[in-house]
């Protein structure tokens, strides 16, 4: 079963002028960080459903690149089919790839 993986990423503020990466190093780097999350998350839920309900979990990556402090801040969403479920997926989401 494919796993589905819901992307926002966007870049906000203001860009100093001596920003180590220009825009299109920015699109690169959302674009990398797209596939390496990707990558990894169908790699770990490849196989991993529901045994209650036959069910794969959704997620949502939401990725904030902060252009002031230049940092990346990234929040996964993940849901499920039920509370049981989503404890599962979150030990796997947990353990290291
Ligand atoms: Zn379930």
Same mark, same amino acid.
């Given at each position: 079963? *494919? ?5 926002? %990423? ?7 002028p001596? *920003?180590? %990466?220009? +825009?299109?190093?920015? /699109?690169?780097? %959302?674009? +990398?960080?797209? =596939?390496s999350?990707?990558?990894?998350? !169908?790699?770990?839920?490849? +196989?991993?459903? $529901?045994?209650?309900?036959?069910? *794969?979990? =959704?997620?949502?990556? +939401? ?11 990234? /929040?996964?969403?993940?849901?499920? $089919? $039920?509370?049981?479920?989503l404890l =599962?997926?979150? =030990?796997?989401?947990? /353990? !290291?790839?």
């Amino acid at each position: 079963m *494919a796993v589905d993986i819901e992307f926002d %990423l966007r870049v906000e503020g203001d860009e100093p002028p001596d *920003a180590f %990466l220009d +825009s299109r190093e920015r /699109q690169l780097m %959302l674009e +990398s960080t797209r =596939r390496s999350i990707g990558s990894g998350l !169908r790699r770990k839920f490849e +196989s991993v459903v $529901c045994e209650e309900h036959a069910e *794969a979990p =959704r997620f949502t990556i +939401s990725g904030v690149y902060d252009n002031a402090i230049e940092e990346m801040d990234i /929040q996964y969403h993940v849901d499920t $089919c $039920c509370q049981g479920f989503l404890l =599962r997926v979150m =030990r796997i989401l947990n /353990q !290291r790839a």
